[in-house]
Each structure stands twice: as C-alpha cells, then as structure tokens.
C-alpha cells in the first residue's frame, strides 16, 4: 500500500506560477506510474500530467507548454511546476500513483486562480 501526501496549492493570480509537491511512502518501491489529476466544483477528475519511473512524461492538451511534471526517486516525490496558470486551472489536485494496476490517492490540495 502507498500513501500519498500533496502540498503546495494556494490562492495565486492569472499568469502566475506554483509548485506542488507530493511525497510518497509505504511499498514505494512497486509503483510504477505517478501522476496528477485535478477535479474542479461540479466536474470529473481529469488527468493532468503523468511520469513513468523511467522518467517518460505525458501531458493533458491543456497544460502542455505550461506545466512540468517530474519525479525523484530517491526522495520518493513527484513535482507538477506549473507556470502561466489560467482562472481555467482552478481545481482540487490529486496525486496519483499506480501499484499493480491499482490507483492510489492522495487527499488533494487546492489551487485557485484567481485576481
């Protein structure tokens, strides 16, 4: 089992940038694939970005050429940058993680942009 722990979402304004951060522990070693997804009022969670423990990344249309998502291994953390944020982007974050084609959650961190 895997427990996922988010950080880092707050109140920042349109064009600005932020940094979540999540920190995974327990059977870290069995994870094969970590992401992001985030969920905004009234809507389905959808994938944000996603970084295989070989280092491949994959995108959502919607963020590509904006956010960056990468991983450390050994600090057994995943990192989603993202920069020129949209009112758009406003959502609850959740990390992901999957270990033998089962998902993990993390409890979520909130991102609102907003002027």
């Known amino acids: 089992q895997v427990q996922l722990v988010e950080s880092g979402g707050c109140l920042v304004q349109p064009g600005g940038s932020l940094r979540l951060s999540c920190a995974a522990s327990g059977s870290i070693f069995s994870i094969s694939v970590m992401g992001w997804y985030r969920q905004a009022p009234g809507k389905r969670r959808d994938l944000v970005a996603t970084?295989?423990?070989?280092?491949?990344?994959s995108y959502a249309d919607s963020v590509k050429s904006r956010f960056t998502i990468s991983r450390d291994n050994a600090k057994n953390t995943v990192l989603l940058q993202m920069n020129s944020l949209k009112p758009e982007d406003t959502a609850v974050y959740y990390c992901?993680?999957?270990?033998?084609?089962?998902?993990?959650w993390g409890q979520g961190t909130q991102v609102t942009v907003s002027s």
């Open positions: 992901n993680a999957i270990v033998a084609l089962v998902n993990n």
């Open positions: 970084i295989t423990s070989g280092g491949r990344t």
